[in-house]
């Protein structure tokens, strides 16, 4: 059972900057896709980015697209997101979330295709 720890959230400034990493329990992270997604209240939880096992692939929303870069380390089990340039509308609580499988640009944008998640990380983006 893969578990995901998100972490790093909080406020910041819309002029700012914010990493969220998200850790994962097993030395297997490295067989996993990797995805980042939100919510925030009355909304439905959408897709942020998503990252391949070895890392050479990503995919964003194009709300985020230049703006949001996720990687990962898999000597840590970790995977990361880095928020530069925030806006308001960014705020919402961030999930992490992992499977196994094979990757497609639509595939890794839905919620029901992840097995597993973290617990969430809020995230307050002030302007």
């Known amino acids: 059972q893969l578990q995901l720890v998100e972490s790093g959230g909080g406020l910041v400034q819309a002029v700012g900057s914010l990493r969220l990493p998200c850790a994962a329990s097993?030395?297997?992270?490295?067989?996993?896709?990797m995805g980042w997604f939100r919510q925030s209240p009355g909304k439905a939880r959408e897709f942020v980015a998503a990252i391949t096992p070895s890392g050479d692939s990503t995919y964003y929303a194009d709300s985020v697209k230049g703006r949001f870069t996720v990687s990962r380390d898999n000597h840590k089990n970790t995977v990361y997101l880095q928020m530069n340039s925030p806006k308001p509308e960014d705020t919402a609580v961030y999930y992490c979330?992992?499977?196994?499988?094979?990757?497609?640009?639509?595939?890794?944008?839905?919620?029901?295709?992840?097995?597993?998640w973290g617990q969430g990380t809020q995230v307050t983006v002030s302007s």
């Open positions: 097993q030395r297997t992270f490295s067989n996993y896709v």
């Open positions: 979330a992992a499977r196994l499988g094979f990757p497609t640009p639509t595939i890794v944008k839905s919620t029901t295709w992840y097995n597993y």
